[in-house]
Antibody
Framework: QVHLVQSGAEVKKPGSSVKVSCKAS????????ITWIRQAPGQGLEWMGG????????NYAQKFLGRIVITADMSTNTAYMELTSLRSDDTAVFYC???????????WGQGTLVTVSS | DIQMTQSPSTLSASVGDRVNISCRAS??????LAWYQQRPGKAPKLLIY???NLGSGVPSRFSGSGSGTDFTLSISGLHPDDFATYYC??????????FGQGTKLEVK
């Protein structure tokens, strides 16, 4: 059973960037992909993108292209999601989740609240 | 992108009831569908994958059915901790994953 622990809450200014980490234990990221999901306050779940480390290249949702970078460090079993040019409507909880064979999300991190405010 | 539509948006029920939540895809996804439960302030939890397969440790009162474009999550004998929000997700290969808008199951 994989356990994912995410970095802590952040408060950012509009126009800045945020980098959220997701450390896996009880399993390795190389054998499963990592996906990032956004949930704005009171809203539903939105897929942002993901990476399967053994395949190399991440893939991103169209709406985040140009603003998001997802990476994985196999030496520390940690994935990262960086979102740039932050706006107030980026205020949300960001989740990482492991990508099971086929594409469903079997284990989730606890979530990281990112607040974008001037 | 494939659009996922859940119904109803809100469902009122009582402990012990059986409830059904529907999810419709804008095109066929065969059985590439998952269901998740999210309690307030918590991360989502996998319930069902590939339309009808129970996730690890998920109680047998949860079941999933459907294929193509129409899917159902059923909960028989509601427990107090089942009152939560439920999301469907399609994961058709070569298509970005998308979620339904959620169904909030509340106490009647």
């Amino acid at each position: 059973q994989v356990h994912l622990v995410q970095s802590g809450a952040e408060v950012k200014k509009p126009g800045s960037s945020v980098k959220v980490s997701c450390k896996a234990s009880g399993g390795t990221l190389s054998t499963s992909g990592i996906t990032w999901i956004r949930q704005a306050p009171g809203q539903g779940l939105e897929w942002m993108g993901g990476i399967i480390p053994t395949s190399g290249s991440p893939n991103y949702a169209q709406k985040f292209l140009g603003r998001i970078v997802i990476t994985a460090d196999m030496s520390t079993n940690t994935a990262y999601m960086e979102l740039t040019s932050l706006r107030s409507d980026d205020t949300a909880v960001f989740y990482c989740a492991t990508l099971a064979a086929g594409g469903f999300l079997d284990f989730w991190g606890q979530g990281t609240l990112v607040t974008v405010s001037s | 992108d494939i659009q996922m539509t859940q119904s109803p948006s809100t469902l009122s029920a009582s402990v012990g009831d059986r409830v059904n939540i529907s999810c419709r895809a804008s095109q066929s996804i065969t059985t590439w569908l998952a269901w998740y439960q999210q309690r307030p302030g918590k991360a989502p939890k996998l319930l069902i994958y590939k339309a009808s397969n129970l996730g690890s440790g998920v109680p047998s009162r949860f079941s999933g059915s459907g294929s193509g474009t129409d899917f159902t999550l059923s909960i028989s004998g509601l427990h107090p901790d089942d009152f939560a929000t439920y999301y469907c997700q399609q994961y058709q290969i070569y298509s970005p994953a998308t979620f339904g808008q959620g169904t909030k199951l509340e106490v009647k």
